[in-house]
């Protein structure tokens, strides 16, 4: 069984039909606690590392952490301290981004995920040079708290359509991904739910 950390209640149904339509069979556990995303927005990714291994003390098998404020920096460092792997999801995002380009446009729509999803895509860059630009979005996360879903996913859309000179487009939030199937522009815009589902189904490999 795969546990998935949630911070919102959204991400259940995102990760359900994705477990229905490409990975029939699996089994899933939600665990979701809004509270550690507002901790670790005040204080820092790190302050919430001793809460995260409470809420998952007892968890068998491997874990996917699906918020990339929280997952940010060592989410994967408790692993040894839980006895389970722990993923964080826009990791096999952040790989597959390096692979397509040197210049990486990110959309995030919290400032406290900026930091994070830079740093792991140099992590995972290894060395080659990237040109990394980061956006927040105006007006999304107000969006999105709201419970406006359909306005949340348009105007991360829009943004996307006004990126230039990049080769990807990054969604650095998971409750984003909807904003894909949105856009007009021709360049490829990834998002974190389904290549971290799969990566966690297969025991954590990025590619």
Not at 83 to 109: K, N, Q, T, Y
Not at 133 to 147: L, Q
Request: proline share 7%.
């Amino acid at each position: 069984m795969l546990t998935l950390l949630h911070t919102s209640p959204v991400h259940v149904p995102v990760f359900d039909a994705l477990r229905d339509e490409r990975h029939p069979g699996a089994e899933l556990r939600h665990l979701v606690v809004p509270r550690l995303l507002d901790r670790a927005r005040e204080s820092g990714p790190r302050s919430v590392a001793d809460e995260v291994c409470e809420v998952l003390d007892g968890v068998r098998g491997p874990v996917l952490v699906t918020c990339s404020t929280v997952a940010a920096p060592g989410a994967e460092a408790l692993g040894p301290r839980l006895g389970v792997p722990v993923l964080r999801v826009d990791r096999p995002m952040a790989a597959e981004a390096v692979r397509r380009g040197a210049r990486i446009a990110v959309l995030a729509a919290l400032a406290s995920t900026v930091e994070p999803t830079e740093e792991l895509l140099a992590e995972e860059a290894g060395g080659r040079a990237v040109t990394v630009r980061s956006r927040v979005v105006d007006g999304a996360w107000e969006r999105f708290e709201a419970g406006d879903a359909d306005g949340y996913l348009e105007v991360v859309a829009r943004a996307a359509d006004a990126v230039e000179d990049a080769d990807v487009i990054v969604l650095a939030q998971a409750s984003m991904a909807g904003a894909a199937r949105l856009v007009r522009t021709r360049l490829p815009v990834l998002s974190s739910p389904a290549p971290g589902l799969a990566a966690a189904l297969l025991g954590g490999r990025t590619g």
